[in-house]
């Protein structure tokens, strides 16, 4: 194989040159912080739920013995969590489509933050 250089003058190319990251173009363009971020953000969303589970579950035998109810009655304190979560999956898809992922995400983060930050503070 023959190049041209930058005088003009032909040169062979050897294979030391191929490789050579200095003359071959980039194949993978650099990653801004901000994606790296936002890949973050993204990936501990679906953590949130599974936090909120291990949250209700050791609390279950406190809200037994606090309110004095039943353990048939405290099944359904985390079944009104899940059954909370998957109405809502819905309702958040259609919302996203017509308002935007990033908004809607966005604003349920900081409606569960709180949340969570109400229950900790109860």
Known sequence: ???TNTKGATASMSSNNRHNPTTAPSS???ISRSAWITLLVI????LIPMYGETVIIPAIPDFIKEFGITYITSSWILAAFLIAGAVMTPIAGKLSDIHG???IVLIIMCIYT???ALGGLA
């Open 28 to 30: 993978s363009p650099a």
């Open 1 to 3: 194989m023959f190049r």
């Open 43 to 46: 990936s501990s969303v679906g």
């Open 114 to 116: 709180i949340g969570v």
């Open 101 to 103: 992922k990033k908004k």
